[in-house]
Every structure is written in C-alpha cells, then in structure tokens.
C-alpha cells in the first residue's frame, strides 16, 4: 500500500493519473475518511515540510495542491439528490484564508453523512457569508483557518454566524486549530474539532458532542 511521501512524490511530479490509481487501490481496502485522514492529509503536510525547507520551490507546491485537489474530487461520492429533508451545511474559509484542501475534505465526509453541502471556498467576506446564510439558512456552518493568525477573524465570523437565526451550529477546524490553545477558543460558542477523526465522530454519533473528543463550548 502506497505511503504519505511516495504520494507526495507522484503529487510533486504532477503524476495525477499513477497518484489516482494508488488511491483507488487503497479505497479498496480503507474508507473515505481514512484515505483523507491517514493518507492524503500526511502527504500534503510532508510537501509543506519540503517547502519550509526550501527542498522545493513554490511552484512544486502548488502543482502538488493541485493533483490533491484532482484526487479528493475525483473520489467524491455523490449520492442522489436528496428529498430536501437533510440537514443543510455551508463549508467555507474566512476572508483571507487561501487554504482549501481540507474544507473539500469536510465538505465531501458531510456528504458521505448524508448532509446536503453548499461549498463556498476559501477566502469568502463575511457580508457574503451572511448574505448567503440568511436565504439559505444552513443548519451548520464549518470554518477553517489554517494559520493561527486568522484566529481573530475567525472569532468574527462565529460571532456573526451565531447572532443569526435560526442560530447554526458552528464547527471550527483547520491546522490553526490543533496548533493554537484550545482554552482560547472555548467561550466563542462553536465546537472546535482538531481533525477530520472528531468530525467524524460528531457525525456519526449525533447532534451531542461528548466531552473528551469535542471542544464544545
Ligand atoms: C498548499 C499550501 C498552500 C497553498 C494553498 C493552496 C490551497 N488551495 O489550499 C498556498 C500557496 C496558497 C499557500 C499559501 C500560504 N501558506 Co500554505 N501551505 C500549503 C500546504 C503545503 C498544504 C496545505 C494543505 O492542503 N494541507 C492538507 C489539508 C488536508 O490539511 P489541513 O488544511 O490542515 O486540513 C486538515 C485538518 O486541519 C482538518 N480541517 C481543516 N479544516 C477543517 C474544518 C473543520 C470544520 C474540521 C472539522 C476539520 C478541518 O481536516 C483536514 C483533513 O485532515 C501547507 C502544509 C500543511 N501542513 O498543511 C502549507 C502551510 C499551511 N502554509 C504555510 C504558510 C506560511 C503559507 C503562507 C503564509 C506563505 C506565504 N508566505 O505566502 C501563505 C498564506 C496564504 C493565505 N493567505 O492563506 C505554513 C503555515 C505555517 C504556520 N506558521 O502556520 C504551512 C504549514 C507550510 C509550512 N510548513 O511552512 N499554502
């Protein structure tokens, strides 16, 4: 089974069509969340490790971010439309914010969970993310902030999204997340998971977080 660095490698030679068949290959043998969580989450962070020591260039990145973007679209599972009856997330990073790898990554386990998605990306103004919040009324809103210099802005958006009503559940991730003191985030009102596992675990065991795996507040 392929490692984290043999795919960063295929990712940094731009090999989109041999990394997507070692991806394949390890779906046959592992879910969705592990292929996120276990591989492709490991192999990106090793590309930033390259980069941080300048063994590659910015270029090499961003032609790695985009076949890791190919691979988490290519192993989307879209179900059938739904009958209007799911519950309803809007995924999206602040202002500023250009990281999206892992916002597709939850977008796509919301999916899987049977959440109907709205994805708005990265970098979205917060007037637009409540202008869309207001006629879509999501029953969740997640945010992720990948550097924890984005924290402050972040605190604005939760506050924002937790004025509206009806009031959304807010979920806050992201590298910034599971760098920064928890303790900081606890009184903003939104459940702060550290990865992709305490998302799932959320998911999968319903609307009440349990103390020990989530950051509810
Ligand atoms: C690719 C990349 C970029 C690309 C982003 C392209 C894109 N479209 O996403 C570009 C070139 C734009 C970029 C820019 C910058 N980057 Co950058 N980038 C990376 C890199 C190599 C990979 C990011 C990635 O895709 N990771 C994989 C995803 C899956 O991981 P993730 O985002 O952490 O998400 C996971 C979890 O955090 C979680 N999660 C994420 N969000 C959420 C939300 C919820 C609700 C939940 C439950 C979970 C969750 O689930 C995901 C799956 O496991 C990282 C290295 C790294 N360690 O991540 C550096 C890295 C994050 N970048 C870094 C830096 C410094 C920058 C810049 C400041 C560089 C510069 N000087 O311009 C800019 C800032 C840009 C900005 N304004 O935001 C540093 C941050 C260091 C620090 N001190 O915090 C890193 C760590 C690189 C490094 N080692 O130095 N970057």
Same mark, same amino acid.
């Given at each position: 089974?392929?490692?984290?660095?043999?795919?960063?490698?295929?990712?940094?030679?731009?090999?989109?069509?041999?990394?997507?068949?070692?991806?394949?290959?390890?779906?046959?043998?592992?879910?969705?969340?592990?292929?996120?969580?276990?591989?492709?989450?490991?192999?990106?962070?090793?590309?930033?490790?390259?980069?941080?020591?300048?063994?590659?260039?910015?270029?090499?990145?961003?032609?790695?971010?985009?076949?890791?973007?190919?691979? #988490?679209?290519? $192993?989307?599972?879209?179900?059938?439309?739904?009958?209007?009856?799911?519950?309803?997330?809007?995924?999206?990073?602040?202002?500023?914010?250009?990281?999206?790898?892992?916002?597709?990554?939850?977008?796509?386990?919301?999916?899987?969970?049977?959440?109907?998605?709205?994805?708005?990306?990265?970098? %979205?103004? %917060?007037?637009?993310?409540?202008?869309?919040? =207001?006629?879509?009324?999501?029953?969740?809103?997640?945010?992720?902030?990948?550097? #924890?210099?984005?924290?402050? #802005?972040?605190?604005?958006?939760?506050?924002?999204?937790?004025?509206?009503?009806? =009031?959304?559940? $807010?979920?806050?991730?992201?590298?910034?997340?599971? =760098?920064?003191?928890?303790?900081?985030?606890?009184?903003?009102?939104?459940? $702060?998971?550290?990865?992709?596992?305490?998302?799932?675990?959320?998911?999968?065991?319903?609307?009440?977080?349990?103390?020990?795996?989530?950051?509810? $507040?």
């Amino acid at each position: 089974m392929i490692q984290p660095k043999q795919l960063a490698e295929l990712f940094l030679a731009g090999n989109d069509a041999e990394a997507l068949v070692q991806v394949r290959r390890f779906l046959e043998e592992h879910t969705q969340h592990e292929l996120f969580a276990r591989l492709l989450t490991p192999a990106m962070y090793h590309v930033g490790e390259l980069w941080e020591n300048n063994e590659i260039g910015v270029a090499d990145e961003h032609l790695a971010t985009a076949v890791c973007d190919f691979v #988490v679209s290519a $192993v989307e599972n879209r179900k059938q439309q739904g009958d209007g009856t799911e519950r309803k997330v809007m995924v999206l990073g602040p202002e500023g914010e250009d990281h999206y790898i892992g916002l597709k990554m939850v977008s796509s386990r919301f999916r899987e969970n049977g959440w109907s998605v709205k994805y708005l990306g990265p970098n %979205l103004p %917060l007037d637009h993310a409540l202008d869309a919040a =207001k006629r879509w009324k999501p029953d969740a809103i997640a945010l992720s902030a990948a550097l #924890v210099y984005r924290l402050p #802005v972040i605190k604005t958006y939760i506050n924002e999204f937790l004025d509206l009503d009806p =009031k959304p559940i $807010v979920f806050l991730g992201g590298r910034a997340v599971s =760098k920064a003191n928890p303790e900081a985030l606890r009184n903003e009102g939104a459940i $702060v998971l550290e990865d992709l596992e305490q998302l799932e675990r959320w998911l999968t065991m319903g609307e009440e977080p349990q103390d020990g795996y989530g950051i509810s $507040v």
